[in-house]
């Protein structure tokens, strides 16, 4: 690529962190945890299909993925889950409306629209916890493909089961209509601890690789982590569905498939090319990282790079 990738990222991180320094967006201040951590943090980092890593900012700091981790765990799901057990129950269309609704899932009897809202992640967790050992398998997936060892922040997890009660609702009104299989405690057990995963852009960026690989290991051409189909379709879903109901605004002004999460971070990818990694807490109204949207916005527009 002829583009000097971390001279891009410097020119982002070097435009954008005064900005996050005089707080921009706001905190996701309804989860204790969360409401503590400084809006002035600003990171960006990539990996490129054939290893080469840049970054800039933050880009080492850990902070909670939160609804990133439905990527992930989706993945994890597709790994070893029966494609008819895994959609009979979650859809894969946009919702169209808040990540934490209660309306739409009444209307649609408990079927959640897609599986990175969250009431299809909390079905994609109970499908995970009927299946062994859901939290130590996410750890060891994420772990294994940034080639880091990667925790849970068990204060994290704590504060969002103290405090989740909208999810405490979405689960057992799912449970009413027989679309969790297992206790609603269970479930949301393993959905709490995967929101509460700590990792750094260059650690999600690197992790996220192989769907810029055709489902290959990011760290190991010869290990498949999703196959091609696979990987395709998790783009998809990520470019239709992953930053809530704002994905069309995405998809208009960056068109990348992005997942989003309340931590501040987004992540994006490139296929064939690079997946990257930004982060700054301050969320706007959707719930997506407000300078984390302009920063892909600024290296699309500087590199050219484009699913479109």
Request: hydrophobic content about 45%.
């Amino acid at each position: 690529m002829s583009v000097d990738l971390q001279a891009v990222l410097d020119g982002i991180a070097a435009t954008l962190a005064p900005r996050a320094a005089a707080g921009a967006g706001k905190v996701a201040d309804y989860i204790p945890a969360l409401a503590r951590v400084p809006a002035a943090h600003f990171g960006i980092a990539l990996r490129t299909r054939e290893g080469f890593e840049a970054a800039a900012g933050d880009a080492h700091t850990a902070f909670s993925i939160q609804s990133i981790s439905k990527l992930f765990t989706l993945t994890l799901a597709m790994q070893t889950i029966d494609d008819d057990e895994l959609w009979q129950r979650i859809g894969r269309e946009p919702s169209g409306n808040p990540f934490n609704s209660l309306v739409q899932l009444e209307s649609e009897r408990g079927v959640a629209r897609n599986p990175f809202i969250n009431a299809g992640a909390i079905a994609v967790a109970d499908l995970l916890v009927t299946h062994g050992d859901a939290r130590r398998r996410i750890q060891a997936l994420l772990s294994g493909l940034c080639g880091e060892n990667i925790e849970f922040d068990e204060e994290v997890a704590a504060s969002e089961a103290a405090t989740g009660y909208r999810n405490i609702a979405l689960a057992n009104f799912m449970k009413s209509f027989s679309r969790i299989d297992n206790p609603v405690e269970a479930a949301l057990d393993m959905y709490f601890h995967q929101c509460a995963i700590a990792m750094s852009c260059a650690q999600v960026a690197r992790a996220a690789g192989y769907l810029c690989r055709d489902g290959a290991h990011p760290l190991n051409e010869e290990t498949r982590v999703v196959t091609d189909r696979q990987a395709r379709r998790l783009n998809a879903l990520m470019l239709t569905c992953g930053t809530y109901d704002a994905a069309g605004e995405f998809a208009y002004r960056i068109g990348l498939p992005c997942k989003s999460g309340v931590g501040g971070g987004i992540v994006a990818v490139v296929p064939d090319t690079l997946s990257l990694c930004v982060w700054s807490p301050g969320l706007d109204h959707s719930g997506n990282s407000a300078l984390g949207m302009e920063a892909l916005e600024m290296f699309v527009n500087a590199t050219g790079l484009s699913v479109f």
